[in-house]
């Protein structure tokens, strides 16, 4: 049971495939997230590639970039499952830049998550591509105040 713990810790929490493609026109690629968290979603080179993120249920709902100007660059807290990267640049057809496409998640700043309690503030500086995890139990049905 242990190895099989390390193995699955070993494996990359979100992948971008295909993890490059031609900078011109609109492309297409898949993010797979396999287990849930913040990731940073990049496309770069070229000269300037823009990108909307799609999932099933919201259709488009995040975008970043311009065609031409600026590349994509995304900071997105995402569940579980597969979402759909559209891409678009103004490269002409047939020039032969790329784009390279990455995601990565957020390094975790509780090792393990810490439990939060009524009326105990918790406050802390989160460094940019960092997550902190937390934990609360909820004894009856009702509001619950974040």
């Known amino acids: 049971m242990f190895q099989l713990a390390v193995l699955l810790a070993a494996l990359p929490a979100a992948t971008v495939e295909p993890a490059q493609v031609p900078a011109q026109g609109r492309q297409a690629a898949i993010l797979t997230m396999e287990r849930a968290g913040m990731v940073r979603l990049q496309a770069k080179g070229g000269d300037g590639t823009a990108c909307t993120l799609v999932d099933q249920l ?5 975008s970043s970039g311009v065609a031409g100007r600026e590349d994509c660059s995304l900071d997105l807290l995402l569940d579980v499952g597969r979402y759909q990267l ?3 640049s103004a490269g002409k057809a047939g020039a032969k830049g790329k784009a390279a496409l990455s995601a990565a998640i957020f390094d ?3 090792g393990t998550p810490v439990g939060l309690s009524p009326g105990r503030p918790v406050e802390a500086q ?3 591509g960092k ?3 937390f934990w609360f139990r909820v004894e009856k049905r009702g509001p619950v105040a974040v």
Not at 58 to 62: C, D, N, Y
Request: avoid cysteine; aromatic fraction near 6%.
């Open 58 to 62: 919201r259709g488009p709902f995040a």
């Open 86 to 88: 559209r891409l678009d």
């Open 108 to 110: 975790e700043v509780n």
């Open 126 to 128: 989160l460094p940019e």
């Open 131 to 133: 997550q902190a995890s």
